[in-house]
T-cell receptor, first 115, second 114 residues
Framework: NAGVMQNPRHLVRRRGQEARLRCSPM?????VYWYRQLPEEGLKFMVY????????ESGMPKERFSAEFPKEGPSILRIQQVVRGDSAAYFC?????????????FGPGTRLLVL | AQSVTQLDSQVPVFEEAPVELRCNYS??????LFWYVQYPNQGLQLLLK??????LVKGINGFEAEFNKSQTSFHLRKPSVHISDTAEYFC????????????FGPGTRLSVLP
């Protein structure tokens, strides 16, 4: 059973460009979470999605950031008009339904560098 | 709301020595507790978790942790560390009610010295 997949692993963008980060959850998992890790810091929650629904986006910046988890395909975290402060590692996690939902399984992350 | 404190940002220890990484949390509701390990330039790997039952939890790679509700702590221990244990360790909590995200501590960098 493949783990959580994220791509690209590394992404370089110039200021003002758009960044699209993709996350494929583990097979059978319908809950997806996005976290951001700034250098030398812990992970900060951004958004929690189920298929086609945003459940909790309390950690998302109000502007330029959006996330989706369509019925088919991976979850996408989109950052428009990137700025240098967006440089960070972005991690996706997934969890299954039921009691096992308590545990989140993390992908390898996408490291975004904004020049 | 929840918060997690990891008092030690860096812990150097010699190989084969014991180690304890401290984690304390604050929450107005009951929580589940987790320890994750992050190797350089990689994602987070689950070490162990406390959901219910025995307060002493054993995880992978010889690690264990003990949940102490009165002290709101979940310290991670290993009796004898290896060079390969060098990594960043994160403590995390999530409330019992559904649909909640994880709250992570700032991490502790464990450096195992030869």
């Amino acid at each position: 059973n493949a783990g959580v997949m994220q791509n690209p692993r590394h992404l370089v963008r110039r200021r003002g460009q758009e960044a699209r980060l993709r996350c494929s959850p583990m097979k059978g998992h319908s809950h997806v979470y996005w976290y951001r890790q700034l250098p030398e810091e812990g992970l900060k929650f951004m958004v929690y999605l189920q298929k086609e629904n945003i459940i909790d986006e309390s950690g998302m910046p109000k502007e330029r950031f959006s996330a989706e988890f369509p019925k088919e395909g991976p979850s996408i975290l989109r950052i428009q008009q990137v700025v240098r402060g967006d440089s960070a590692a972005y991690f996706c996690a997934s969890s299954p339904e039921g009691q096992s939902r308590r545990t989140q399984y993390f992908g390898p992350g996408t490291r975004l560098l904004v020049l | 709301a929840q918060s997690v404190t990891q008092l030690d940002s860096q812990v150097p220890v010699f190989e084969e020595a014991p180690v304890e990484l401290r984690c304390n949390y604050s929450s107005s509701v009951s929580v589940y507790l987790f320890w994750y390990v992050q190797y350089p330039n990689q994602g987070l790997q689950l070490l162990l978790k406390y959901l219910s039952g025995s307060t002493l939890v054993k995880g992978i790679n010889g690690f264990e942790a003990e949940f102490n509700k009165s002290q709101t702590s979940f310290h991670l221990r290993k009796p004898s560390v290896h060079i390969s244990d060098t990594a960043e360790y994160f403590c995390a909590v999530t409330p019992h009610n559904y649909g909640q995200n994880f709250v992570f501590g700032p991490g502790t960098r464990l450096s195992v010295l030869p």
